[in-house]
């Protein structure tokens, strides 16, 4: 049921995006008179979901949801029809208009994505506000995995700086060391200071885990598996470890290194229950577990910073964050075409981005998320490729400065190869996603 939730809201994320993406194109194209000839959500090839004719457009709902598209007479896109393009230009047709007309026909749509992340924070924040984890409330320092103990980093470690500075938001420590491309991390470390440099190695390393860094929290269990170990020892939701026999196991990175070395074995946990310490013997399984996860919310172990809006405070806050995440998508992209960066390794696809929607149904989820989408739609629609917006802007600021169009066949011929350059990156991402499964 879980994927599902996150189908249905990736599902509805993409149509808003779409539709209002082709509306900015519908829009511009119907204020100077151009001819749209139709407007569809999702690509239809051989047959439509669903369709109906007003006026000279045709509304409709393809099968395929890889995006959607509108197609405007006298131009030529990814339809690839150039039968109308022999005739002479009519005054309907978008080769008739000036170029600055065409040029803002072809931007309409990722001016509309930037506008609506805009919107979608403005409204996020005035209505929930920012929740977040100060770095400095990390009572416990981090917890870490093998690709942050390559950095240095040890479980416990308490940021004091990410290159000289100390991000107000946890959740930005490995942004700043990626993106930011600092050189250095200083941590507390049994109350001295250590500062362990960043080596292009290391951010590597972090491109491919972002996840590598979380807070360090003690064990308190979440949910048990059943007929699990854990279940048949008599384990309940809320029980927190104490020890494991004799070994005082206060956090949960300490147990998940420690209890896997007990396989096949059974053990003493020391719990404490409705303010109680019990003993439970529990027996270890052949995978070195016992079925158990850990509860992970950290409003139950950490002071959440809250930051409210008024409505006229959300507004510069809203394209404050806005402008962020555009600035921070530029650099993750711009990561993503550096020779030796690794970080087209991460490139995901469709699983990727269905992924990041929560698994029970969260609109401040879902909106956020929403935003980063419509901000990385935006980005990627005007990428100078044929076959994108960027791709005709390109063409059209060619024409504008040099006063010569491009040939009829040369866009044809660019479209194709946009076409094909799209698809492979398409199926390359999405074979990521299979590879990551296995």
Avoid: C
């Amino acid at each position: 049921m879980d994927v599902w939730t996150k189908i249905a809201q990736f599902l509805l994320s993409l149509s808003i995006l779409v539709v209002l993406h082709e509306l900015g194109h519908f829009a511009f194209a119907k204020l100077f008179k151009t001819r749209v000839e139709k407007f569809y959500l999702f690509f239809n090839p051989w047959f439509s979901l669903f369709k109906f004719k007003h006026k000279d457009t045709e509304y409709g709902i393809g099968w395929l949801p890889l995006g959607g598209y509108v197609k405007i007479s006298g131009m030529i896109d990814e339809s690839l029809d150039t039968e109308q393009m022999k005739s002479e230009p009519q005054p309907y047709e978008f080769r008739a208009k000036p170029s600055w007309q065409r040029l803002l026909v072809m931007v309409g749509g990722v001016l509309v994505n930037f506008v609506l992340a805009f919107v979608i924070y403005i409204a996020i924040l005035f209505t929930w506000g920012e929740d977040y984890l100060a770095t400095k409330d990390m009572t416990y320092g981090v917890m870490v995995d093998s690709t942050s103990q390559k950095i240095g980093l040890r479980n416990g470690d308490k940021v004091i700086s990410v290159g000289g500075e100390l991000p107000e938001n946890y959740q930005h420590i490995i942004p700043d060391l990626v993106l930011n491309q600092v050189s250095s991390i200083e941590v507390e470390r049994d109350g001295q200071t250590v500062k362990l440099p960043i080596s292009e190695d290391m951010r590597r390393s972090l491109i491919e885990n972002p996840t590598s860094l979380l807070p360090r929290v003690p064990f308190i269990i979440d949910r048990i598996e059943k007929d699990s170990p854990a279940e048949k020892a008599g384990l309940k939701s809320d029980d927190k470890i104490l020890m494991v026999d004799s070994v005082k196991m206060q956090f949960y990175d300490q147990f998940k290194t420690y209890v896997p070395t007990l396989k096949g074995k059974k053990i003493n946990l020391t719990i404490e229950r409705e303010g109680k310490s019990l003993t439970v013997p529990v027996m270890v399984d052949t995978d070195g577990t016992i079925g158990v996860s850990a509860n992970l919310n950290l409003e139950k172990f950490f002071h959440i910073s809250v930051q409210r809006y008024s409505f006229w405070e959300a507004i510069p806050a809203g394209f404050v964050k806005g402008g962020e995440m555009i600035v921070s998508y530029a650099k993750q992209l711009k990561l993503l075409v550096t020779p030796g960066s690794g970080a087209y390794k991460s490139l995901g696809g469709f699983i990727t981005i269905g992924k990041i929607f929560p698994s029970s149904w969260d609109w401040h989820a879902f909106w956020n998320m929403t935003a980063l989408l419509s901000v990385v739609l935006a980005i990627m629609n005007i990428l100078p490729i044929p076959a994108l917006d960027g791709g005709h802007v390109m063409f059209l600021l060619y024409e504008m400065i040099s006063g010569r169009k491009p040939g009829e066949k040369f866009m044809e011929y660019a479209q194709i190869t946009g076409m094909i350059l799209l698809f492979a990156l398409l199926i390359f991402a999405n074979a990521n996603d299979v590879i990551k499964l296995f």
